[in-house]
T-cell receptor, first 108, second 115 residues
Framework: QKEVEQNSGPLSVPEGAIASLNCTYS??????FFWYRQYSGKSPELIMS????GDKEDGRFTAQLNKASQYVSLLIRDSQPSDSATYLC????????FGQGTELSVKP | SAVISQKPSRDICQRGTSLTIQCQVD?????MFWYRQQPGQSLTLIAT?????????ESGFVIDKFPISRPNLTFSTLTVSNMSPEDSSIYLC????????????FGQGTRLTVV
């Protein structure tokens, strides 16, 4: 069974710090990887997609992919209280498989 | 991304009854997806709805419990039948991205409570 694993958290960081969110996956054939942000009571919102090994930066967000290690991460620089949410890792392998999410809390 | 309208946004239902959730998209899409998010859990795919054919259900989900309609390329419904408290969840419809079909975009969800 294909699996996507995340630390459930909660992960607490001070405002302005770097938040690091991690995800591992079991299907070596996966080619597409996504990070979603879900605020409490809201639906998931796509914030990053990554398809190739290495880093992909978009504003304060950097996604990192290492297919050999079956590992994908999300770094949030200069974390803000508005970043407080649950972050879901999703891996495409025929269908989207979601991790259980990591709750991030950014303290002012 | 497409604009996805889902309704109702929430409902409280009696056990044994059924609820139909509607999902409307502002552009034509080949596939629409229905997910369930149980309290404190991640998203689980229920089924894929293709226009003009029967929906494809994931393991653990059956048509009798979750019948799906897909009458055209912009609309789908999911019915939760013969509800029990275990069906209390958020139900989400999703469509692929306009530029990348691997990406998924979600409606605002339906928060269902069964009492």
């Amino acid at each position: 069974q294909k699996e996507v694993e995340q630390n459930s958290g909660p992960l607490s960081v001070p405002e302005g710090a770097i938040a690091s969110l991690n995800c591992t996956y079991s299907d070596r054939g996966s080619q597409s990887f996504f990070w979603y942000r879900q605020y409490s009571g809201k639906s998931p919102e796509l914030i990053m997609s990554i398809y190739s090994n290495g880093d992909k930066e978009d504003g304060r967000f950097t996604a990192q992919l290492n297919k050999a290690s079956q590992y994908v991460s999300l770094l949030i620089r200069d974390s803000q209280p508005s970043d407080s949410a649950t972050y879901l890792c999703a891996v495409e392998g025929g269908k989207l498989i979601f991790g259980q999410g990591t709750e991030l809390s950014v303290k002012p | 991304s497409a604009v996805i309208s889902q309704k109702p946004s929430r409902d409280i239902c009696q056990r044994g009854t059924s609820l139909t959730i509607q999902c409307q998209v502002d552009s034509q899409v080949t596939m629409m997806f229905w997910y369930r998010q149980q309290p404190g859990q991640s998203l689980t795919l229920i089924a894929t709805a293709n226009q003009g054919s029967e929906a494809t259900y994931e393991s653990g989900f059956v048509i009798d419990k979750f019948p799906i309609s897909r009458p055209n390329l912009t609309f789908s419904t999911l019915t939760v039948s013969n509800m029990s408290p275990e069906d209390s969840s958020i139900y989400l419809c999703s469509v692929p991205g306009l530029t990348s079909s691997n990406e998924a975009f979600f409606g605002q969800g339906t928060r269902l409570t069964v009492v």
